[in-house]
């Protein structure tokens, strides 16, 4: 009988198939029908800046992995990271900023932890947190989209409406809603999301921001295609429901309860629906808060670090003064995440409640 | 409509893979050339050496005397000769003394003749069962008398049979059900006896649905007083305390056994042994195995004296149909990859895979996904083992339960980076206890 030259290792001799090229490949597929619709909404420009943000972070990567002697460029992690921030970015950026907010969330914010997997912010995140205060300006003016392009006046072509809504009330028109604020100042809406809204009664501006007919940065304005891709992961079984589920629910639960008290309406007044679709809670919720290396490994600290990320989002959008909620409340989860992974723990296998009882009797 | 039962937490769905094995009739082995029987067979100290260089050996003669209480006798599977005692190497790894016996060309020890049982008390079933050195054979290999001795501030009251055999590829549990129901029923309700347990409960799963239904049937037309449970498919059902959640819905708490809440776990395989050990009066010196995996020419659920070489095995199945990558002593997901076709197979080898090349994935930082959180079917962490492990932080590894895995592979099937997770939990478990 021939003899082969046998492979000996540990059991399992057996593996799912899946590894990490193929999750991080996984998302960033889930990205391009939002992706796509950016750059449909904005125009080509979109591309070009995420062009930009993409190719700057495969080089770093590129370099990085050089010098330290690891092969990392093709696990599509970098890939993954240049596209979230370039989907972060307005479409007008200056073509320097996405160049700068790839290159730190590749170089400071990943690799001078490690690189993949001992980062302990998400880089995506880190590298837009980073040009939006160094950047305030180009970062959070914005470009109306298609469908509005030919409506809306000059005067408000730079505001989302998140942020117009917020101007409004701090300066000191109370007593309306969202939409109604949205209304009042002209902010118009598509023929679609009116037609829409007189058959289904929601609200044209939430239906304009679910589908995706608002300013905004390039990948975060079509809430409908970014839950089309949280699904496909969800299917895939790439991400679980608990970050996306307690986050989503989470905010809108406490807007729809609180988020009135600031226009002055009283408790339970506020968007429910629109809390979620609205600014970049979905690509927030479904992409980056769910960022393997930065979120709690267990489904409860998850559960946790969801409604943390809820509450400081509700935090920053009704009470705070900047624009940026989801992204900073997602880092600062981030850094809370190893503390919640170190108390947290899986509960133990037979470490029922009869047996605590015993145990508690047996010393006594 | 009713939920079928399985175990709540963790656990992993490799495909079953047991289409190749699976209709092969048990054939028995043609006698080998030469028999490799080794002392140490079972979890415990090895056997000792009662036989010497040259001497004959009858079939069925007990040739290895248990050399302490967890351990169990040795008995020559063949009538023949001992060419020599020489240390060999066994799928485990373990290193250990070993007859090596040339069979006579006539063999003529038969084991029919028939004694009842049921007259019987069960302290001279149990002492039986003890003679016949009946071993666990799922793979774990622990005396059945010692398990099946319940101490006597402990009482039992259910014993659940094991026909899960939740590792893919693996049919020899299977083919037992199928062709020796009535034997496995009857050594399932001997053990129950020797326990005194009022229940017994068989757990197979819904992947074999022919077995539900040959052993209800067998249990009905004699109405013998046995439960059949379909159980989800999930590995790792087989172990015991995934057995018993499953079945019966108690938990095992950690460091506990079976008999802490009551039950005794019997593999499906071993009442079989147990029932032609009381009845045949017939060791535990041939068992079933699978010879199967996408490489082997024609797999077969073969019922081979102990010691048989693995390259009688595959010589008897017709070699190789492809290359394989790797040879495996005992189920994909805990077994052992074997580097020497001369090993010999023992009383807890259930299966012998050969698996084909893969292209082997590299490993990548941990990512910290939490696949092996969740999957991890005792509620370990194994990424935070495996960081405090390769860190040398033993310590620290064995505070978070370390020593309460049990290596089932779970974590390491679903790892995306590819880590050698259980690999690592073994290291760890060894020098952990070294440092201590």
């Known amino acids: 009988m021939n003899k082969p030259s046998l492979t000996v290792s540990s059991s399992p001799h057996i593996h799912a198939k899946s590894d990490t090229a193929s999750i991080m490949w996984s998302v960033s597929l889930a990205l391009i029908p939002a992706s796509l619709w950016g750059i449909y909404a904005f125009g080509l420009r979109s591309l070009l800046v995420l062009g930009v943000s993409i190719l700057t972070a495969l080089v770093c990567e590129f370099v990085l992995g050089r010098i330290s002697k690891e092969d990392t460029l093709w696990d599509g992690s970098a890939f993954l990271t240049g596209l979230l921030v370039g989907m972060n970015m307005s479409p007008t950026v200056p073509l320097f900023i996405p160049f700068i ?27 837009r947190v980073f040009v939006f205060f160094s950047f305030t300006t180009p970062m959070s003016s914005f470009k109306a989209p298609r469908a509005l392009a030919a409506m809306v006046p000059d005067s408000l072509s730079s505001a989302t409406p998140l942020s117009y809504a917020k101007t409004s009330i701090s300066s000191g028109t109370l007593g309306m809603d969202t939409s109604a604020l949205l209304s009042n100042g002209g902010y118009p809406t598509s023929s679609f999301a009116d037609s829409v809204s007189s058959v289904t009664g929601f609200s044209a501006y939430s239906v304009d921001s679910f589908v995706g007919n608002v300013a905004g940065c390039i990948g975060e304005v079509s809430a409908l295609l970014l839950l089309v891709g949280g699904i496909y992961l969800l299917i895939r079984k790439i991400i679980t429901y608990h970050v996306p589920a307690t986050y989503l629910l989470g905010t809108a639960l406490l807007s729809w309860i609180f988020g009135g008290i600031p226009a002055g309406l009283g408790a339970f007044h506020g968007p429910f ?45 009704f009470f705070g003064s900047m624009p940026e909620a989801v992204s900073v409340s997602i880092l600062l989860m981030n850094i809370i995440t190893p503390t919640i992974d170190r108390y947290v723990l899986p509960r133990k296998f037979g470490d029922t409640k009869e047996y605590r009882k015993q145990q508690k009797e047996a010393k006594v | 409509m009713q939920k079928v039962p399985t175990f709540s937490k963790g656990g992993v769905h490799p495909g079953d893979k047991k289409v190749f094995s699976r209709s092969q009739q048990i054939e028995r082995l043609p006698l080998p050339a030469e028999l490799v029987v080794s002392l140490s067979q079972h979890l415990g100290a090895p056997a000792k050496a009662l036989k010497a260089k040259g001497d004959t050996v009858i079939r069925g003669e007990k040739i290895g005397e248990a050399s302490g209480f967890i351990s169990a006798d040795v008995h020559s599977p063949v009538s023949g000769t001992i060419k020599e005692i020489r240390k060999v190497t066994l799928a ?111 757990g197979i799963e819904m992947n074999k649905p022919d077995c539900i239904e040959n052993l209800s049937k067998i249990a009905k037309e004699n109405a013998y007083p046995i439960e059949i449970i379909g159980l989800q498919m999930k590995y790792p059902q087989g172990d015991e305390k995934q057995l018993l959640k499953a079945t019966i819905n108690r938990e095992i708490p950690s460091g506990k056994l079976p008999l802490d809440v009551g039950a005794v776990v019997v593999n499906v395989g071993t009442c079989n042994a147990i029932y032609e050990a009381i009845v045949f009066h017939k060791p535990l010196f041939e068992r079933v195995i699978s010879v199967t995996g996408e490489c082997i020419a024609n797999p077969k659920n073969i019922l081979a004296p102990i010691g048989t070489k693995i390259s009688d095995l595959l010589a008897y199945c017709g070699g190789y149909s492809s290359t394989p990558e790797k040879l495996v002593s005992g189920g994909p997901m805990m077994g052992f990859s074997l580097f020497d076709v001369d090993t010999p197979m023992a009383k807890g080898s259930s299966g012998l895979l050969a698996l084909p090349s893969k292209k082997a994935a590299r490993s990548t930082a941990c990512l910290n996904c939490g696949r092996c959180v969740a999957a991890c079917p005792i509620g370990l962490m194994p990424a935070k083992l495996y960081r405090n492990i390769i860190n040398g932080q033993y310590e620290e590894a064995m505070k978070i339960s370390l020593m309460d895995c049990k290596e089932c592979g779970c974590c390491s099937y679903v790892c995306p980076a590819h880590l050698p997770l259980v690999h690592t939990m073994k290291t760890g478990k060894k020098l952990g206890r070294k440092k201590k």
Request: hydrophobic share 45%; net charge negative; charged share 15%.
């Open chain 1, 101 to 127: 907010a790839s290159a730190f969330a590749i170089v400071v914010a990943k690799w001078t932890f490690g690189g993949l997997g001992a980062n302990w912010i998400n880089p995506a995140l880190a590298g």
């Open chain 1, 273 to 317: 629906f629109s809390s979620m679709f609205s600014g970049g809670l979905m690509l927030g919720a479904i992409f980056m808060a769910t960022d393997y290396v930065t979120s709690p490994i267990t489904h409860k600290g998850q559960i946790i670090y969801g409604f943390g990320c809820a509450f400081f989002t509700f935090l920053f959008r």
């Open chain 2, 92 to 202: 485990n790894s373990v290193c250990c003394d070993a007859y090596i016996i040339t069979p006579d060309e006539q063999q003529t020890v038969e084991f029919a003749e028939k004694f009842d049982w049921e007259s019987q008390t069960s302290a001279s079933l149990l002492s039986q069962v003890k003679d016949m050195g009946i071993v666990g054979m799922g793979g774990a290999t622990f005396p059945a008398h010692v398990k099946l001795s319940v101490p006597k501030d402990k009482s039992v009251d259910a014993l659940v049979v094991n026909g899960v055999e939740c590792e893919p590829y693996l049919t020899a549990d299977y083919r037992i059900m199928m062709e020796k129901g009535e034997q496995a029923l009857l050594g399932a309700m001997i053990a129950a006896k020797i326990t005194d347990a009022k229940r017994i409960i068989i």
